[in-house]
C-alpha cells in the first residue's frame, strides 16, 4: 500500500510540473504571439511610411515637371518668333524643323550653338546669342518642351 502512495504521490508530482510546464509555455507561447504581432504592426507601420514617402517623391517629381514645363513655355515664346508655335517653320527658311526631335538632341545642339561649336546653314552666330544667357536648367527646360510637339 506504501507503494501506491508513493507512486500516486509520484504521479501528483508529475501532473503538477506537467501543468506548471504546460502554464509556462502557454506563457511563452502568448509572449511569442504579442511579438509577433507587435513586429507586423511595426512592418505594416514601415510599410505605410514607405508609400507615403513614395508618394511624396512622386507629386515632387510631378510638381518639379509642371514647373519645368512652364519654364520652357515661357522661354520658348522667343524661339517661337523664327521655329512657329508649333515648332513646323524652318527658322529664316534655312534652319531644320525642330519639331519632333528629342529633347537630348535639342539640349545638345543648344549647348552646343552656346559654346560656338555649331553652325549649321549659317545659324551659329544668330542662335549663339539666342541661347547665350540660357543656363543649362534654361536649355533643358526649353529642349523637353519642345521634344513635346
Known sequence: MIEATD?????AE???QAAAASEEASEEATS???????????SEEASEEATS?????????????????ELGKTLYAKCAACHGADGKNPA????AIIAG????ELETKMAEYK?????????????????????????????????TF
Do not use: C, F, P, W
Not at 32 to 42: G, I, L, Y
Not at 101 to 104: D, E, K, M, T, V
Not at 115 to 142: C, F, P
Open 7 to 11: 507512486e500516486a504521490a509520484s504521479a
Open 14 to 16: 508529475s501532473a503538477e
Open 32 to 42: 511569442a504571439e504579442e511579438s509577433a504581432e507587435e513586429a507586423t504592426a511595426a
Open 53 to 69: 514617402a513614395a508618394e511624396s517623391a512622386e507629386e515632387a517629381a510631378a510638381a518639379s515637371a509642371t514647373a519645368d514645363s
Open 92 to 95: 529664316l527658311n534655312k534652319s
Open 101 to 104: 526631335q528629342s529633347a537630348a
Open 115 to 147: 559654346a560656338g561649336t555649331r553652325d549649321v546653314s549659317g545659324m551659329g552666330n544668330l542662335m549663339s546669342a539666342q541661347v547665350a544667357t540660357m543656363s543649362d536648367e534654361d536649355i533643358k527646360a526649353v529642349a523637353e518642351y519642345i521634344a
